[in-house]
């Protein structure tokens, strides 16, 4: 009767799983919802890293090497991609300037020292030396201090000023 009385209460409860499905039932729901925690905060930490509040001289370091990238590859997209031409004042002329910049010469060598962030302005020591297409005219070579000025926009950070804009003619 002892035996049947066990029996029953056994069968009540519900079949059992054998001792090693269930380890391996509890393995897979701790490493899902492991898994799961983990996922939900790594975009937090990325979204931090690249939307600062502040403009650093890692973000100005980066955009100003896009558009060095812009300006010897030859590629005004590339270098006008670094501004929100919608925000700039006068940005359809800055615009139109960098087209026609570009089609004056072959190649363009460039230097950008970065010598302060203040604030939403970046201060750069610019150095470059442009070949013109006719071969009848020597390199020119201009060494001038330019200010640009970032603003935050959903994406990161974009300039949305650069002055003298001369720089580029």
Not at 45 to 74: N, W
Not at 93 to 116: C, G, N, P, W
Request: net charge positive; aromatic share 8%.
């Amino acid at each position: 009767m002892l035996s049947e009385n066990r029996q029953n209460c056994s069968r009540a409860a519900g079949p059992k799983l054998p001792k090693l499905k269930t380890a391996r039932l509890i393995l897979f729901i701790l490493v899902s919802t492991l898994l799961l925690i983990s996922t939900e905060r790594e975009p937090a930490r990325a979204q931090g890293q690249y939307t600062s509040a502040a403009f650093t001289d890692s973000a100005a370091s980066k955009l100003l090497s896009q558009v060095a990238e812009g300006l010897q590859g030859h590629s005004p997209r590339k270098m006008l991609s670094t501004f929100d031409l919608s925000r700039m004042t006068g940005g359809p002329v800055f615009k139109e300037q960098i087209t026609a910049f570009f089609s004056q010469y072959d190649t363009i060598r460039v230097h950008f020292k970065l010598v302060e962030v203040t604030g939403n302005v970046a201060v750069v020591d610019a150095e470059m030396e442009e070949t013109p297409r006719s071969a009848l005219t020597a390199p020119q070579h201009k060494n001038m201090e330019l200010r640009f000025t970032a603003e935050k926009v959903a994406s990161g950070w974009k300039f949305v000023d650069v002055q003298p804009r001369t720089f580029f003619n």
